[in-house]
């Protein structure tokens, strides 16, 4: 799409942005105290529980601002890279760098005993997976666990916070209530509970804590009182104090629930879009140049341990919200429908030599969990296809460990297929002269639209089609 004439006064909403500007910090070098009683300017002792991907970042940051920092892990790797000064998360920017220096300055360390942690802390922060079970119901193995690994450190004036994604009631009825079984202390009036959603996105972290506001809940007042001051001396972003830890916990599942319903629609309408011949890239930018309409990229599938787990929070406790539980059900029919394809396209599966790039459930991040690209070796192989893969992030044995034949980068082979499951920039760079046999592109994410293909090599997209990404050269690449 390409504006011919009268481009809007104000920027063009054609692509949007979802980068605002990073807020400067305007903290105070703060007074640090014992015990803390959040009063604004004085900072205390930190734990967090659950030093992975998200909780080593928020260790970082809290230690930036002058909290003394214990990250507790049940992983002893985890808690030795940290007291060495390193990070055990490779791909987060800024991140090795970050523990490196608070590391040094003495304000992070690592443990493994959380109640020795907890009892000299003045806040506890919860950052450990809650993931479903085979029922996809919540699976709260790590967060008990969690949950009871602390109780013996909890003392009076300590707060409590839950940054992991819970379903709506469960810091009040369910962990709240553990902790007070456990103490015999009284939450809320001895000790404080409070929950505040992690909204960050891997890979944007640091830049994501400077700018989305910060929701948080109490189970009382003073509960949200005290979490709200501890993130203020913490963040640079907004604060935003929420009637109750429930309208925190619902935001949090509302947020990731509309855009998995969002992509679902955006896959439905990638659907129409090839069977009435146009470029959904370019429907959706006409569609999103309207302020009020944020239609989302569609895929081959949504992974990951949150946007298709979290709907399933919700749908735990309210099995009757029909739209979160169509849209759950479109967004993982997106591997059957290109399997269809596949099969229709090479006239069958049986022993065709495919090769499917990104296995991580998107590029950049090495997480596993939920990975489109699971279903989809296991659902190839079962028709019988020879399935190899590759990904940047992954070594041969973790290939071979997912159920495919490890490729090689850069070496000739014959496939008759390529599957993209990620977005990885790499495979703007595949060599295809290396692949004579190759008749098929499924790119399940629609990030290869723009390559020169050989004319023997049919490009499928999702909602793009050959002719539609021709037809439209100026529309931008989706992501
Ligand atoms: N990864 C994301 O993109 C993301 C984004 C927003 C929110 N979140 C939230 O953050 C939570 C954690 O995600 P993550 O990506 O950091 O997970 P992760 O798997 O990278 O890290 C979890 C860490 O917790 C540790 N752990 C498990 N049980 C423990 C216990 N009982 N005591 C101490 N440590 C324990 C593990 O060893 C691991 O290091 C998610 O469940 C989700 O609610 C994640």
New binding site residues.
Partial sequence: MTIVSRPTRIVSFLGGSINPPANLCTHRTPRSVKPWRAVPGTVGRAVV????????PLAVQFARHGWKVTA????PD?VAAINEGRS??AEEPGLAEGVAEVHAAGRLHAAAD?AAAVRDADVAVL?????LDDAQQPDYR??D??VD?ISGGIHPGVTVIF????PVGDTRGRFAPRLEAATGLKADTDFFVAFS??????GAVFANLSTYPKLVGGIGPESGRRAANFYDSVLDAEIVKMSCAEAAEFSKIADTTYRDVNIALANDFALYADRVGVDIQEVIDGANSQPYSHIHQPGIGVG???IP?YPHLLLSRAPDLEVVAVSRRTNDAQVGNAIKSLETRLGGLDEVPILVLGLTYREN?K?L?YSRALPLIERLSFHGADVSAYDPLLSAEEIERNCATPYTWGRPAPFRAIVTQTADRLWEEIDLSLFPDLELILDGRNSLRGIDLPARVRYVGIGVQDATRRRSPDASASS
């Fill in positions: 529980v659950g030093a992975g991907k998200m909780g080593l507790v892990d049940v992983n985890v055990h998360v959380a950052i450990v997976p809650v993931m790590y967060m666990s969690a690994s940054e992991t994604t819970l959603p992690e909204r960050l996105y891997s990951g341990h949150c787990v991040v997480e969990a």
